[in-house]
Nanobody, 124 residues
Framework: QVQLVESGGGLVQTGGSLRLSCAAS????????IGWFRQTPGKEREFVAA????????YYADSVKGRFTISRDNAKNTVYLQMNSLKPEDTAVYYC????WGSGSANKDQYDYWGQGTQVTVSS
């Protein structure tokens, strides 16, 4: 089992940057694929990015490709989401999620553990 805690959200202007962190408990962090998802009120939770267990493979939604970068530091039990060139449509609650082994999936139902989320607001 793994517990996830997100941090790093906040208010930023259009074009600005934020770095989200997802800190995990447990000694088996390196056996979990980690994904980032986001959700706005009344909408489905949508995939943003994912990184496999080793950090050697990354996956992105088309809407963030070229602007967001996901990475992980297994020694620190932490996954990062660097978000650049932010747009108002990036405003959402961002969640990290974990699934045992497997590749990075855009399907939220394939993730077993979720954090509480962190709010990102991009002002125009």
């Amino acid at each position: 089992q793994v517990q996830l805690v997100e941090s790093g959200g906040g208010l930023v202007q259009t074009g600005g940057s934020l770095r989200l962190s997802c800190a995990a408990s447990g000694r088996t962090f390196s056996t979990y694929t980690i994904g980032w998802f986001r959700q706005t009120p009344g909408k489905e939770r949508e995939f943003v990015a994912a990184v496999n267990c080793s950090g050697g493979a990354t996956y992105y939604a088309d809407s963030v490709k070229g602007r967001f970068t996901i990475s992980r530091d297994n020694a620190k039990n932490t996954v990062y989401l660097q978000m650049n060139s932010l747009k108002p449509e990036d405003t959402a609650v961002y969640y990290c999620a974990a699934r045992k082994w497997g590749s990075g999936s855009a399907n939220k139902d394939q993730y077993d553990y979720w954090g509480q989320g962190t709010q990102v607001t991009v002002s125009s």
